[in-house]
């Protein structure tokens, strides 16, 4: 059936709570919301493996993940960019000459050659577990993001200008994810409804920096009470903070529960 309306959820600060979990009235909002033939997508920067146990609590079955580097729509995989093992392999080489660690993600997996204290306060951060130790040239033949872990001063400028045409995030100060040409969340958005043939309202819900390009590319644009203010600045509607039921809030306000 044809949703009436696509809802594209943030993780972090939006969906989630302080411990990265999806609270019990927030499932039951998703809930009621696919009942009403609303279809709630969750758009994120992390992994398809990352996000899975967030889609069973949550009950949301499609995700835009890595920033938009792979597109899932009800258990069918609708994209997917895979960045060219050559630049892998010139991120390995920069990495090495600035004794700085590089993650590689696919959609089953991430691995990476060695761990690092600065490493282990990243993943602490964003409440993941550390990726696998690997040898990555023998597996450099489909991946969809990267990672370069850094610390708190350091600069990733010389990656930027070995790999123009790839598009950098930094939303974590030891963290900075790499996906190919423009993608991003908002991209995410536009081939989803293109891919899908469908024209009906999108709402975008989030709160951190990687969130402008999913609110440009959504009609309404919903600030939760703890986003930065930048995002706030832009919102058609600010709601209130993820831990005070903020989603539900919003969807009300809408009418879309």
Request: glycine share 6%.
């Amino acid at each position: 059936m044809k949703p009436k309306a696509i809802c594209f959820f943030d993780l972090d600060g939006t969906l989630l709570n302080e411990h990265s979990k999806v609270d019990q009235n927030v499932a039951q909002t998703i809930l009621q919301l696919k009942k009403n033939n609303v279809l709630p997508v969750i758009a994120s920067g992390r992994s398809t493996f990352e996000v899975r146990d967030i889609m069973a609590e949550s009950g949301i079955n499609s995700m835009i993940a890595m920033n938009g580097q792979l597109i899932e729509i009800e258990g069918q995989v609708l994209f997917d960019a895979v960045i060219p093992a050559s630049i892998a392999k010139g991120f390995i080489s920069i990495a090495e000459k600035k004794q700085q660690e590089i993650v590689f993600y696919n959609e089953a997996e991430f691995w990476t050659k060695q761990h690092s204290e600065t490493m282990a306060k990243a993943y602490q951060s964003i409440n993941q577990h550390l990726p696998a130790i690997e040898d990555q040239i023998d597996k450099l033949n489909h991946i969809n993001l990267l990672l370069i872990i850094l610390k708190d001063d350091d600069s990733y400028l010389a990656y930027q200008e070995a790999f123009p045409e790839l598009t950098f995030f930094r939303n974590n100060p030891n963290i900075v994810d790499v996906v190919l040409g423009e993608n991003n969340k908002g991209t995410g958005v536009k081939q989803t409804l293109k891919l899908m043939k469908l024209q009906v309202p999108t709402f975008a819900f989030g709160d951190g920096p990687n969130d402008f390009d999913l609110f440009e590319a959504c009609d309404h644009k919903i600030a939760m009470g703890n986003a930065v203010e930048g995002l706030k600045n832009i919102a058609d509607f600010v709601t209130k903070t993820n831990l005070d039921g903020g989603i539900q809030y919003a969807l009300k306000h809408y009418q879309l529960l």
